[in-house]
């Protein structure tokens, strides 16, 4: 299955041990971004990112990761047809 990966800087270390695992178990995974950790990184590009690739590739599926999961999920639905649900762990 092909996965697209893209997180906040909360997120940047969890979304690099994901991106891991899902390719070990024969997923196809794009890592959306950001590529390195920056405190200061603009989350909702790397999520609007990933919602444009998963609309662009019928499919597949997406996976934003942050400190809460909403505004990275309101971010990606900024995409028209992407459908972002937050999946939070509280």
Request: aromatic share 6%; proline share 4%; net charge negative.
């Amino acid at each position: 299955m092909k996965i697209f990966v893209a997180s906040d800087h909360a997120g940047f270390d969890l979304k690099a041990q994901l991106c891991a695992h899902l390719s070990a178990h024969g997923h196809d995974v794009t890592d959306v971004g950001p590529a390195s950790y920056d405190p200061e990184d603009d989350y909702p590009a790397f999520c609007i990112a990933c919602g444009e690739q998963v609309v662009a590739h019928p499919g597949s599926l997406g996976v934003v990761i942050g400190g809460s999961g909403n505004g990275e999920q309101i971010a990606a639905n900024l995409v028209d047809g992407c459908g972002a649900r937050s999946r939070g762990t509280s």
